[in-house]
């Protein structure tokens, strides 16, 4: 009998920013190089104010150790609102599982975390031994998170040690999002109190922040110095490019998969911690650098087994002076990487590490090692600048499939318009498989509206119900073991739709998010809909049994009316017949009575007459 493969779920928050979409992407990158199939469980924020945030969490209830072998969290977006010990609870009915915690300790499983403070103290310190900052402003994150909090207590330390003092008016909380970052300058600048350094706690708030202080003609980093955290892709693009803390998220992710693996074959407990370096850009105020570190020396930890071996590959090129055969392999080495992970600029630190190794090694041919690396570096900014085109255009045109489905989805009134709608809106996703699922009012169970690969039209009535435990029915089977999915839920505000899964094949992971906004209202407008009309026809048959009914009645009523008149009919004949006896024995009595007293009458008289 062929054993079962192996399913890891996995829990996020969300997928609409880079340093979530970054670790899951590195999650389901390792999760099929291992072999094990996946499915992740697109929830929101723990304990989040928003209703419908506070609805999506019902995805991660639906995992359990009947649909995964072990589970990955990543904690630190998902804890926004939640402190270590709130984890601790929350998680409590995984027990079961081997799991896995990234970006905060949760006591009672294993956990992969960064050390960002010697990162975020070395920032600090640039800004004031640099750039001459002494006027800090900081925007932290939720006072519950633990990253958070250490991030800031670096900050302060690092102030203290200059005895640089920071107004705790000028501490103003966020909560990692680009909103919040936004709102955050508002109340700075609103304050009056000047500021010349601001210190974001991380990449999404900072580039709230630059948008805010553009708008407010306050120049960065010309009035104000500003750096963030996370190292998020988008930080290079910002204007101008932001100065940050790179977190290794890609080796994060791959760590917590080898880590759930040793779990899952019967290891201990792990607690594994890496460290984070600072990246100076222009946002802190120095001048324009290359992409690239001279100073590489050693083959970093993050590096995958095919850029290691292109390296290798790549020095024996150089040494052989083989141009045409060096740039052939670093094309297909960068290929590779923007296919396994999308971090292609880190070749500029890779080529460093290739020219380190091949420095004192003597080359054939008449190319030195100056010219080899120079052409080499050339081609991988122009292969990088080439691939964040093609990324640009993948993403213009993933919207505008976005748009079309939503403009599809938009056109549908019935069920099963949608559903026929929602097919093809992913098969232009490139999704030919999927199940939409919506939860029955008896608690535990649910029905399948919907399968992709199904040619039929759905119909909701025929639709039988499971537990939703199963995630799908029992004639279906555990298809997520076999590849990589995600779970969407749907809800509408607070209300708990059902859920959506699909294989994971959506170029931007952000247009997971609005793909499920856009079927949530839509599925809740046609299922309201549906409720009215169901509600209209129950009605009208309501009306339709009263109206026979009351033409049964009418009728019933009509002929006991009829029938009440001929008896009335029959009661009087009989009446009046009786009468008529009555009368008639009357008469003859009366009569019989008369005769008798006139008899009488002359039998006196005559009487009287004989005596006299």
Excluded at 72 to 96: G, H, M, N, Q, R
Excluded at 137 to 142: H, R
Excluded at 407 to 417: H, K
Aim: glycine share 8%.
């Amino acid at each position: 009998m062929q054993e079962t493969k192996r399913c890891i779920g996995v829990f996020t928050a969300s997928l609409d920013d880079g340093y979530q979409s970054t670790i899951w992407h590195a999650i389901e990158q390792s999760a099929r190089e291992h072999g094990f199939g996946s499915i992740s469980f697109l929830g929101s924020r723990l304990g989040s104010p928003i209703a419908s945030e506070a609805s999506s969490n019902l995805a991660y209830h639906l995992a359990n150790v009947g649909n995964i072998d072990g589970l990955i969290i990543i904690a630190s977006s998902l804890a926004t609102f939640f402190t270590s010990v709130d984890l601790k609870e929350f998680f409590a009915p995984w027990a079961d599982l081997p799991r896995v915690s990234i970006g905060m300790r949760i006591p009672g499983m294993s956990d992969v975390i960064v050390e960002g403070t010697n990162g975020i103290s070395s920032l600090v310190e640039h800004l004031v031994d640099e750039h001459g900052r002494r006027r800090f402003a900081v925007i932290c994150g939720p006072g519950s998170h633990d990253e958070a909090i250490s991030r800031l207590h670096a900050c302060r330390n690092i102030l203290e040690q200059r005895e640089i003092p920071l107004d705790e008016r000028m501490v103003i909380p966020g909560s990692f999002t680009q909103e919040s970052g936004t709102h955050a300058v508002r109340i700075l600048c609103e304050s009056g109190i000047p500021f010349d350094a601001l210190v974001c706690l991380n990449d999404r708030m900072a580039q709230g922040a630059l948008e805010e202080l553009s708008q407010r003609g306050i120049r960065v980093p010309d009035d104000v110095s500003v750096i963030g955290f996370d190292g998020i892709e988008s930080s290079r693009y910002s204007l101008p490019p932001l100065t940050t803390v790179v977190q290794p998220m890609h080796e994060l992710g791959v760590t917590a998969v080898d880590m759930l693996e040793r779990l899952m074959q019967g290891g201990r407990e792990e607690h594994i911690s890496l460290s984070c370096s600072p990246l100076v850009r222009e946002s802190c105020g120095c001048g324009p650098r290359f992409n690239y570190t001279p100073n590489f020396h050693e083959i970093p930890r993050y590096a995958s087994s095919s850029e290691h071996q292109a390296m290798f590959d790549l020095m024996i090129l150089i040494r052989k002076g083989d141009y045409n055969g060096l740039i052939m392999r670093l094309n297909r080495a960068i290929d590779t990487t923007g296919t396994e992970n999308g971090s292609v600029d880190r070749w500029n630190e890779y080529l460093s590490i290739v020219e380190h190794h091949c420095e004192n090694t003597p080359l054939a041919g008449d190319m030195s090692l100056s010219t080899l690396m120079g052409a080499a570096r050339v081609f991988t900014n122009e292969k990088i600048g080439r691939y964040q085109a093609a990324k640009r255009i993948a993403a213009e045109s993933s919207f505008e499939t976005l748009r079309q489905v939503s403009a599809m989805l938009a056109g549908a009134f019935e069920l099963a318009d949608m559903f026929s709608n929602l097919k093809r809106g992913l098969q232009l996703f490139g999704l030919d498989r999927g199940y939409l699922v919506v939860f029955n009012r008896k608690k535990g169970k649910a029905r399948l509206l919907m399968s992709v690969e199904d040619e039929q039209r759905s119909d909701p009535s025929f639709s039988q119900e499971f537990d939703y435990a199963q995630l799908l029915p029992a004639r279906i089977g555990p298809v997520w073991r076999q590849g990589q999915w995600i779970l969407m839920p749907l809800v509408y505000n607070d209300e708990p739709l059902g859920y959506l899964i699909i294989p994971i094949g959506i170029v931007l992971p952000a247009l997971y998010d609005v793909l499920q906004e856009q079927i949530s209202s839509n599925l809740k407008g046609t299922l309201l809909l549906e409720q009215i009309r169901s509600h209209e026809r129950t009605l009208a048959e309501q009306v339709e049994l009263r109206t026979k009914d009351l033409i049964r009645t009418n009728r019933e009523l009509s002929n006991e009316i009829k029938r009440r008149t001929e008896l009335e009919h029959e009661v009087m004949e009989i009446s009046s017949k009786t009468m008529e006896r009555i009368g008639q024995d009357l008469h003859d009595d009366l009569c019989q009575h008369l005769l008798g007293i006139s008899l009488l009458a002359s039998s006196v008289k005559k009487t009287v007459l004989d005596h006299h």
